[in-house]
């Protein structure tokens, strides 16, 4: 799987998933082209969160911003892809409106019944982090609604969280690249936006 912590939203702050995969070189070079970026991109060269500091990446960084009015990529950026559902199944996939999408491009937000307006929510949830197959007849309904998109893009060759610090994703939805992160004993990366994170190399270091 190309995806190496967990993307979804966490209203909680919950720290990044212990269970990675790092990525080799090959589609590591994939991800970044994914995004029309390049190692030569580089945001900054490195982020250091200190120890006991709290660090919030959009903060700290002026991100490359990517926008859209196509769903579809949008989903590519942020979202995740139908291959990797078919090929790995996940557990707890979104909810999907029982009937498709019929009013084409032409209806206002004020047109629609509350149950219309609900399955097109619960259309683009599943559009985007389900089975866009599934919603495909949603796709016009959900770019009226809730496009243009837009994403921010940060490529670091390396990050490191000391002891006690914490690394916070935050703001609009983020495409986070890194060669090498580097988490010392009790540093936190917690995400509280809806963010695809690619690292290369991940390093956990123990206190000393």
């Known amino acids: 799987m190309l995806e190496v912590l967990e993307r979804r939203r966490l209203d ?8 990675v995969t790092t990525l080799d070189a090959t589609t590591f070079e994939r991800a970044l082209a994914s ?33 859209t009015e196509d769903a579809a990529q949008f989903k590519a950026w942020i979202g995740l892809d139908n291959e990797t559902i078919e090929r790995y199944p996940v557990n707890g996939q979104p909810d999907v409106p029982v ?13 629609l019944t509350d149950a219309e307006w609900q ?15 599934l919603v495909a007849s949603y796709q016009p309904a959900i770019e009226m609604f809730f496009g243009p998109f837009s994403a921010e893009t940060y490529v670091i060759p390396r990050i490191v969280v000391e002891s006690g610090a914490t690394l916070i994703i935050a703001g609009r939805p983020t495409a986070l690249l890194v060669d090498q992160l580097v988490i010392h004993d009790g540093g936190r ?9 690619f690292v290369q190399t991940l390093t956990k270091l123990p206190s000393e």
Request: charged share 20%.
């Open 12 to 19: 909680d702050g919950a720290p990044v998933s212990d269970s």
């Open 35 to 67: 995004y029309g970026l390049t190692r030569d991109d580089a945001t900054a060269p490195e982020l250091v969160a200190c120890a006991g500091e709290t660090v919030v990446l959009h903060e700290s960084l002026v991100p490359r911003v990517l926008h």
């Open 99 to 111: 009937v498709a999408w019929t009013r084409g491009r032409d209806a206002s937000l004020e047109q």
């Open 119 to 133: 399955n097109v929510q619960l259309a683009a949830k599943a559009f985007l982090f389900g089975h866009s197959e």
């Open 189 to 197: 990366v917690q995400m509280k936006t809806i963010a695809r994170v």
